[in-house]
């Protein structure tokens, strides 16, 4: 295991994101629990990318989740529902995964849903350089119907108090913190835990970031 600081961690991925050799875009996943830092190591590795050259697609799992009368059928805060209802993974393979992968014309669209409105979207298709890098942050990225799409998998670990805590700061001006914490101990945190018990996640990583301190994380590359 290696650690360093953010920029080492930084340098590291994209070193091993250069020598990922496929004939098609570059598809990684950036895995991990909500408020693990997924989206912050995504935003930051594709500035890294962008100065090396590299043409970024930037992505997320939640722009791809089902509209908001579809995810409960199980309860608000059902960890089962948040595992198994919430996200569109048909729709992801379709119009990003399978494009961009082999045998793919490289024709993508980055989201199907507008998270903020509730509403489905269809943005315009876009077509990807060969050597394009598809950076894509989300939960439950590793599990079975999506675990043969991504090039490389990246796990972001963080304690699961930890991200309790940093979810409180984060939704603090938009939900109290009896509400949030209700959200993580009764659906996200059980949820992860089902995610970790079936589709073992850590056993796919090709790279985990232990990122429980963001300013001089620990990171360890597997070969596949």
Not at 58 to 85: I, K, M, N, Q, W
Not at 193 to 208: E, N
């Amino acid at each position: 295991m290696d650690r360093g600081t953010r920029d080492d961690l930084l340098r590291c991925l994209a070193e091993v994101i250069g020598s990922v050799a496929v004939g098609h875009p570059t598809r990684v996943a950036v895995d991990g629990p909500p408020a693990a830092g997924k989206t912050t190591l995504a935003d930051e590795l594709a500035v890294v990318l962008r100065e090396q050259g590299r043409d970024v697609i930037r992505a997320t799992v939640d722009d791809f989740l089902f509209p908001r009368a579809r995810r409960y059928p199980r309860g608000e805060y059902s960890a089962e529902g948040c595992y198994h209802d919430a996200h569109d993974h048909g729709a992801l393979n379709r119009v990003l995964l399978d494009p961009l992968g082999p045998g793919g014309d490289r024709r993508f669209r980055h989201a199907v849903y507008d998270h903020a409105g509730d509403a489905v979207l269809s943005p315009p298709v876009r077509t990807a350089p060969v050597d394009a890098v598809l950076l894509f942050d989300g939960v439950f990225l590793l599990r079975p119907e999506l675990i043969d799409r991504w090039d490389l998998r990246v796990l972001v670990s963080t304690a699961l108090d930890t991200t309790v805590d940093r979810a409180v700061i984060r939704e603090r001006r938009v939900s109290a913190r009896a509400e949030v914490e209700r959200r993580w101990r009764e659906r996200y945190i059980p949820a992860q835990q089902l995610y970790a018990a079936t589709a073992r996640p850590t056993a796919h990583a090709d790279v985990i970031v232990h990122n429980d301190e963001p300013g001089r994380p620990a990171w360890e590359i597997r070969t596949r």
